[in-house]
């Protein structure tokens, strides 16, 4: 499982034990703090000037945030996974 608290800039991998008790073993994944709304902003300035296509486009942009609403319905639901996007 992989945890990212955009808010602290922290991330952490949860793997499974090796043990036959259950059990999550917590690896930090080290990460170097920035200013992430900035860096948006000064990005899409840029691809602006430039005339670039940005990373994300406007479509993956679009279908990352109907994933985020499909994942935030299911917790609200209590269900685990789904199987597919529309």
């Known amino acids: 499982m992989f945890v990212a608290d955009y808010q ?6 949860f793997q499974k034990g090796d ?3 259950p059990e999550l073993i917590s690896h930090d994944i080290s990460l170097e703090r920035c200013d992430t709304l900035a860096e948006e902003i000064r990005a899409f300035v840029k691809c602006v000037r430039d005339g670039n296509r940005p990373l ?3 479509i993956e942009g ?3 945030l109907l994933l ?3 994942i935030t319905e299911n917790i609200e639901k209590g269900k685990s996974g789904f199987t597919s996007m529309p």
């Open 8 to 13: 602290t800039q922290k991330a952490n991998i």
């Open 62 to 64: 679009r279908r990352a």
């Open 56 to 58: 994300v486009s406007g």
């Open 68 to 70: 985020a609403q499909i």
């Open 19 to 21: 043990t036959s008790t």
